[in-house]
Structure formats: structure tokens, C-alpha cells
């Protein structure tokens, strides 16, 4: 199909970020966890890391289907809707462990790139099943939207816990 094979390159690139960004992912933990355990940390990472894994692991499942050689795009388009729907239910389950977590109160930039804005990106996956199946072109574009978003908040998220544990968690461990 030309309009899915017209993707490639874009989901090849946002597909590869995504699967080094993982592995980084893994490699901070790793160093992370050479701190001290806090109260409530294993709340907190269900709150604050693994968000950031889950969204890059949607970017590059998306990018997977979308490499794959499908015959049309009325399953793809299917598959964009469910990854949208599941996206939109992990979500309400962030917003959740983002109550309940006692390590760290959640300011207003928290709620937006942890919930606010994954969810606005997976709406547009899941509506994206339904344009994509009527309008291939532009159904692809609003997918391509979906994964950038996921991809940077991502980012942004994986940037905020890591300065949070060097310049917060560490400096108040040597203080005290």
C-alpha cells in the first residue's frame, strides 16, 4: 500500500529513537538505583518512570505495524484505534498512581506531561483509526502526530526523573 510505504522512513527514524531510549531508560534505572530507597518509591517509579518506557514502547510498536506489509489499511487502522483506546485506559491508570504515590507531590507540569498530554496523543491515535480508514493520508499524519507527542513527552519525562534524582533526591541525601 503506497500511502503506508510512504511512512517508512519517518517510523524507521521514530521507531529507532524510541528502541535507544528504552535501552537509556534501562541504563538510568540502573545507575538510579545506586541511591538510597526512599518511602514510597516503588509508587513513585509505577507513577514516573515507567510512563516513559510504556510511551516509547507504543512509538515503536507503532512503528513496527506501520513497516509491516499490509495488504490495506483497514486492519492498521484498527490496531492505531486499540493502541489509542489501551493508550487512553494506561492513562487513567497514571493519573491513578499519580494520586496515590507519597515520595513526591505532583505539581501542575507533572499532571500535564504525565497524563494531560499522553492522553491528548492517544485520543488522536484512537480517532486516527477512524480518519486513517476514510482518509488513508491524513489518518497517517495525525498517527505520525500521535508518536511524535509520545516520543517527546517521552523524552521530557525521562529528563525531568533523571535531573529530579541528580539535582532534588541527591543533594537532599547529602544535607542530611
Known amino acids: 500500500m503506497s500511502t503506508l510505504h510512504e511512512w517508512e522512513s519517518f517510523y524507521v527514524i521514530v521507531g529507532s529513537s524510541a528502541g535507544a531510549l528504552i535501552g537509556l531508560q534501562f541504563v538510568v534505572i540502573t545507575l538510579i538505583a545506586e541511591l538510597p530507597i526512599r518511602r514510597g518509591a ?19 510498536l507503532l512503528s513496527a505495524l506501520i513497516s509491516a ?6 486492519t492498521v487502522a484498527v490496531t492505531f484505534g486499540l493502541l489509542g483506546l489501551g ?19 505532583p505539581v501542575v507540569a507533572d499532571w500535564l506531561s504525565y497524563v494531560v498530554v499522553p492522553s491528548v496523543a492517544y485520543v488522536i491515535l484512537a480517532l486516527s483509526a477512524y480518519v486513517a480508514y476514510r482518509h488513508a493520508r491524513a489518518g497517517m499524519f495525525l498517527v505520525g502526530g500521535a508518536a511524535l507527542v509520545l516520543l517527546f ?7 525531568d526523573t533523571v535531573t529530579y534524582h541528580v539535582f532534588v533526591q541527591r543533594r537532599q541525601e547529602t544535607k542530611g
Not at 516503588?42 to 515503536?60: D, E, I, K, N, R
Not at 506489509?69 to 483497514?74: D, F, Q
Not at 513527552?153 to 529528563?159: E, K, L, R, S
Open 153 to 159: 513527552v517521552g523524552i521530557y519525562n525521562a529528563w
Open 87 to 105: 493508550g487512553i485506559a494506561y492513562s487513567i491508570v497514571v493519573a491513578w498512581r499519580l494520586r496515590v504515590q507519597t515520595a513526591y507531590k
Open 69 to 74: 506489509p499490509w495488504r490495506g489499511i483497514a
Open 42 to 60: 516503588a509508587q513513585a517509579s509505577g507513577a514516573f518512570s515507567t510512563p516513559s518506557v510504556v510511551h516509547f514502547a507504543v512509538v515503536l
